[in-house]
């Protein structure tokens, strides 16, 4: 089951001295004690509050995303406050928030985030709304995804959304330059007898009014818990993306279901696809499906994303093109995930035992270049720096030991697997690179404003002692 393992901190700090709204998101991994992703945003109003309320775990982040384009921003503020929130979640900081969580004391956790902005600030007559919540790693991929298509180039960005528009220019710029929700996912699966028999999923882009994904199964041994559309769509769709290129497909049914779908009005289509309503969607659908789906409980999940947003997090295998399992492939076994020699990179002092890894664990590995596969991986996903091979993040899928030491698969991609040997049990580096990049940036600021503060006292000094 796509565990949920990462609590989530919602905050809306009301600044009356300021007049202005502060909001944070914060992830923290409660297996390794580790702050994965954070974002805030200062607003020069003091209305945000109830504007965001109510919002949901998406709704709320995606919010600090887009207040840029919606409100006026106190940029210094901001700056100041998202180099203050790096430098106060230690590892203690970090255990003491988990610990108070599991002892379900929010007064103090809310008290703790008070103190926090108010030392932040200066005073204290800040007004704390805070929202807990718990979730899995598929909801970061989404919050990962805002993050890498802010710090894509713009012909990055436009290549993306070509692959759901075409060579449209307006669509392309529509979709780069606005947030614009243009593609929508619609996630189904079919239960009998307390057993999933069938799922699959669809894309359906409104700018270029056409399915851009389409992907059926009917098999067996699809688990009620990874599929289960209570999840993050995100870890379903995954599971249904993985589950299907490794299962023995009833071809006969699943070509049945696409010549149903095949056969819907595009204009139809449209109109329900739009309307992102789960059940609408699943009324429609039960209509047109084959006795084989219709005879079950048929159940579909829907929701909309940005194009770029969603190709990042999702990394969908869109009609016309290859699976990135067959663009790296060498001769592996028909339906097999792709898979590659990786080292891992140690970390002595800061890093996780291997014998302490867990299935969800993000650690960071360089893909060994040796291999014709590895040189592929490498020059696909553009990690050549200067003759060396940067690092990438992957998800532990499996540890396990071996005579010869210790064997760990990790996820690169939804059907990129990797594989590392490593003979004793070091310690290898944790963590996600975007959050690591934001630190180092803030450390590197930290270490110029003390320079820069030791050089005026120095100055100082001389022009004393010259006085003197």
């Known amino acids: 089951m796509a565990e949920k393992n990462i609590l989530s901190i919602l905050i809306a700090a009301y600044l009356p001295d300021h007049n202005e709204t502060l909001l944070f998101a914060g992830f923290f991994d409660t297996i390794r004690i580790q702050l994965l992703l954070y974002f805030n945003t200062v607003i020069v109003s003091s209305e945000i509050q109830s504007n965001v309320k109510d919002l949901n775990i998406d709704e709320f982040v995606h919010f600090i995303f887009e207040a840029i384009d919606n409100y006026t921003i106190d940029t210094d503020l901001n700056n100041r406050a998202r180099d203050y929130f790096v430098g106060e979640f230690n590892a203690k900081t970090i255990e003491s928030i988990i610990t108070k969580h599991s002892q379900n004391d929010t007064g103090a956790l809310s008290f703790n985030f008070k103190r926090m902005i108010d030392h932040l600030l200066q005073l204290d007559t800040t007004q704390i709304q805070m929202k807990i919540c718990m979730t899995s790693h598929g909801a970061l991929e989404i919050f990962n995804a805002y993050e890498r298509r802010i710090s894509h180039t713009v012909s990055e960005n436009n290549e993306i959304a070509s692959k759901y528009v075409g060579s449209n220019r307006d669509l392309i710029k529509k979709i780069v330059e606005s947030s614009i929700a243009d593609s929508t996912v619609a996630v189904f699966t079919v239960s009998k007898e307390g057993k999933i028999v069938s799922c699959g999923s669809v894309i359906y882009n409104e700018l270029s009014n056409k399915l851009v994904h389409k992907n059926y199964i009917y098999a067996q041994g699809i688990s009620f818990d990874e599929c289960n559309l209570a999840n993050n769509l995100v870890d379903v769709f995954h599971y ?176 990129l697997l990797g594989r590392a040997v490593e003979e004793e049990d070091v310690k290898v580096k944790s963590g996600d690179p975007v959050v690591d990049k934001k630190i180092e940036k803030s450390r590197k600021s930290l270490l110029v404003g003390v320079f820069v503060g030791l050089g005026f006292i120095l100055l100082a000094a001389i022009s004393l002692w010259v006085l003197l």
């Open 240 to 415: 249904i993306q993985e589950f299907g290129a490794n299962c023995t497909n009833n071809d006969e049914v699943t070509n049945k279901i696409d010549n149903a779908v095949s056969k819907i009005n595009i204009d139809r289509l449209a109109v329900i696809m739009k309307s992102a309503d789960s059940d609408k969607v699943n009324s429609f659908f039960s209509r047109i499906m084959p006795p084989e789906i219709t005879s079950g409980n048929l159940e579909i999940r829907v929701q909309k994303f940005n194009s770029i947003i969603l190709d990042i997090a999702f990394e969908p295998v869109l009609l016309g093109q290859k699976s990135k399992e067959q663009d790296f492939k060498e001769e592996t076994a028909p339906k097999s995930r792709a898979q590659v020699e990786v080292d891992l990179v140690i970390s002595p002092t800061k890093g996780v035992k291997v014998s302490e890894l867990k299935s969800g664990s993000r650690i960071y590995v360089i893909i060994n270049g040796t291999t014709v596969i590895g040189r592929k991986v490498i020059n696909q996903l553009n990690l050549l720096d200067e003759n060396r091979v940067k690092p990438v993040s992957a998800v532990v899928e499996e540890v396990t030991k071996t005579s010869d030491g210790y064997t760990v698969i990790t996820r690169i991609a939804s059907n």
